[in-house]
């Protein structure tokens, strides 16, 4: 019997019997499991799609690209682990989303088999569409595929993808792998149609009783019966049939099928993918098939953290401390008794913005719109103007997706929308797809736009005591990390504390620490690292200051003056591309108020793309640690980018430095 270890490329497979196929498929769900238990990933979506994974390999000549000749894509990119097996990395998958191996999401850094870096909900039919365009242009030969799953059908850009693929005028596949579930519970009205196929059976039946009669009857009465057929068909389409929506955008539809049997997978893979026109195969999957917790709990086993099951209980790793999500929750909840005009939202993330602990405590004041961030930024902006308080919880990553709604429904309105923006800066072994680098540069440039970013839980909560005094638009952002152990007020110099705990004001930083060697600015999570990085210079005698900025838009300008007037190397610091990012905000401030930039070191996330990892290591990488932070700020000190006479004193506290 045929191995996994044994199958190197797709090719071969097709050498298997269908019942080698289905022992295959239990040894890939086997080392899913491994996999996902020892370092966390997305377990269910990839457990439901195996037999359909192995189908499709095995009718199709699935090459690596650009040579193909077939091409298959992945819409949302976390369904894409038994593709991974298949196509030679199963030898190397216990070592799924660690530094320098296989990353949880499609990549072509990785391998040629995988075409698109893929981590957004959406992107599959279009980038399909595209490719097949390609191809037709070229003359090859080639069938392309592309696997819609998790609720991604209702997202905005494969609605987009569908209302074109029509047009195309030659082969193309689109799956919908239909399981019922997006991330968490889907939502919306297509959703709810899907649901209703699933447990209906009204078409299907009746299909195969016609079916049965006609193949009694005598052949002239039989063409009578099947053309009486053909009308009450078209007469269940209009309320049962599955592919009306899509026949309505002009695709052949077929299915459903069971996504789970082999046999049915590959009969019709083989009848359809010869067809010369775009083609919707529309397949049933359970989330977690194949392994009982995950089909029990898909939404919780969507993307665990690594766990242990001894067959009664679940035991998930212990968290090393409050994550900022959870912190972010607990102040959002403590809000909404404070205030019934506040909402939240979500786009299918209850989970992973921390709201499926505030929907049971205001079930009525939560919302979760689906994989479909720019509807949920126009529907905020339309509750915000008719009087209530939206709080949009969207990934950073994800609010990119909702650029144009952010600044056409929100800014240009001016209305107080508070965007909070969780997995900003790195997101650690999601990897590149899912970094938040870029919501500072964007949102910047809009005009009454406030940014903040709190250092601190207690910091946290003033931050969004301060948002329902606003009545302008604004965005929070933290990251995928714990918060610090203890707030910075309990470990800072007792004349600092009185105003380092006050409530917020707009514009307004905070002083956590003195010093007359040099001063780090720092803004938002990564003040722990500027505290941290100040305690080891000050091992080396030198005195280094901490200013808390607390916001990017706008930078506290008589705090700058302050700092620079003084004569010191300034270094800013921030978990965001330097790009359009904090320091340059802060740069620009300077220059507004005719303050010297050349003593301003900008330190932040460097203009390359990082692979999965931790995020302790990416920081690492990126010198955005205590050490980096520390050796970044001796350099500036060290080499001088200042005009200014420094003493003999400090010259020689700098050269002491150079040995760190």
């Known amino acids: 019997m045929p191995s996994l270890q044994d199958i190197v490329q797709p090719s071969d497979i097709k050498k298997l019997t269908v019942e080698q196929l289905e022992q295959l498929a239990e040894e890939i769900r086997q080392q899913i499991v491994s996999a996902v238990s020892r370092n966390g990933g997305h377990l269910a979506s990839n457990l439901g799609v195996v037999e359909l994974t192995l189908a499709l390999h095995f009718v199709y000549d699935i090459g690596p690209f650009p040579q193909g000749p077939d091409r298959l894509l992945f819409d949302v990119g976390h369904q894409c682990y038994p593709h991974k097996m298949l196509t030679g990395r199963a030898g190397r998958f216990e070592t799924l989303r660690k530094k320098g191996s296989i990353a949880g999401f499609p990549s072509p850094d990785e391998s040629p088999y995988d075409i698109f870096h893929v981590g957004h909900a959406g992107t599959a039919i279009s980038t399909a569409i595209g490719l097949a365009k390609a191809d037709a242009v070229a003359k090859r030969d080639s069938k392309v595929i592309a696997i819609v799953g998790d609720a991604a059908i209702v997202n905005g850009l494969a609605l987009e993808g569908l209302n074109h693929a029509a047009g195309l005028n030659r082969q193309l596949l689109i799956i919908l792998n239909d399981n019922g579930m997006s991330i968490s519970k889907p939502q919306g009205a297509f959703a709810q149609y899907l649901e209703r196929l699933r447990v209906s059976t009204t078409y299907d039946e ?17 063409h009578t019966v099947e053309a009486v057929w053909h009308h009450v068909k078209e007469g269940l389409k209009s309320a049962v049939w599955p592919g009306q929506p899509f026949e309505s955008f002009g695709l052949k539809y077929f299915g459903p099928v069971n996504g789970h049997d082999l046999t049915e997978l590959i009969q019709t893979l083989s009848e359809i993918k010869h067809l010369q026109t775009p083609v919707v195969l529309h397949a049933r999957t359970v989330k977690g098939n194949g392994y009982k917790i995950a089909t029990e709990q898909p939404t919780r086993f969507h993307s665990p953290t690594s766990f242990k099951f001894d067959g009664e209980e679940v035991q998930f790793a212990p968290a090393s401390g409050k994550s900022w999500t959870t912190a972010f929750a607990d102040a959002v909840i403590a809000l909404a008794k404070q205030d019934p005009r506040v909402f939240a939202l979500t786009a299918a993330m209850p989970d992973g913005t921390g709201l499926s602990k505030f929907a049971p405590l205001f079930p009525d004041r939560f919302m979760d719109v689906g994989i479909c961030e720019s509807h949920l930024t126009a529907f905020a902006a ?69 940014l903040m970013a709190p ?49 917020w004001e707009i514009g307004k930083s905070r002083r956590l620490r003195q010093g007359d060697d040099a001063t780090i600015i720092s803004y938002g999570a990564l003040t722990s690292h500027a505290m941290a990085a100040a305690k080891l210079l000050e091992a080396q005698n030198l005195r280094v200051g901490v200013i808390d900025a607390r916001f990017c838009k706008p930078v506290d300008s008589e705090m700058l003056k302050a700092v620079l007037k003084a004569g010191h190397p300034v270094l800013t610091l921030e978990d965001h591309a330097i790009q359009n990012g904090f320091g340059t905000a802060v740069i620009e401030c300077a220059v507004e108020n005719q ?37 970044a700020l001796s350099h500036a000190v060290l080499v001088g980018t200042t005009p200014i006479k420094r003493n003999a004193e400090l010259r020689a506290k700098t050269l002491r430095l150079t040995a760190m």
Request: aromatic share 6%.
């Open 206 to 222: 009746a299909k195969r009783v016609a079916e049965r009669l006609v193949g009694r009857l005598p052949t002239n009465v039989a």
């Open 382 to 450: 339309g509750m915000c103007r008719g009087g209530l308080r939206p709080y949009a919880c969207i990934y950073s990553t994800f609010a990119q997706r909702a650029f144009d709604q952010i600044w056409q429904e929100i800014a240009l309105q001016k209305l107080p929308v508070v965007f909070c923006m969780d997995r900003a800066g790195f997101v650690g072994d999601d990897g590149a797809v899912h970094h938040g680098f870029m919501d500072q540069a964007f949102l910047r440039p809009m005009p009454g736009m406030i």
């Open 595 to 631: 303050l010297p930039t050349e003593l301003i070191t900008m330190l932040g996330m460097p203009d390359r793309m990082f692979a999965h990892a931790t995020r302790k290591e990416q920081l690492t990488e990126a010198g955005l640690d205590a050490p980096g932070v520390a050796g």
């Open 455 to 503: 250092s601190d839980e207690s910091e946290l909560n003033r931050c969004l005591r301060l948002t329902l005094k606003l009545d302008q638009p604004s965005a929070i952002r933290y990251p995928r990390d714990t918060v610090p152990a203890e707030d910075f007020e309990k470990v800072i110099d007792p004349a600092l504390r009185d105003q380092a705990t006050r409530e």
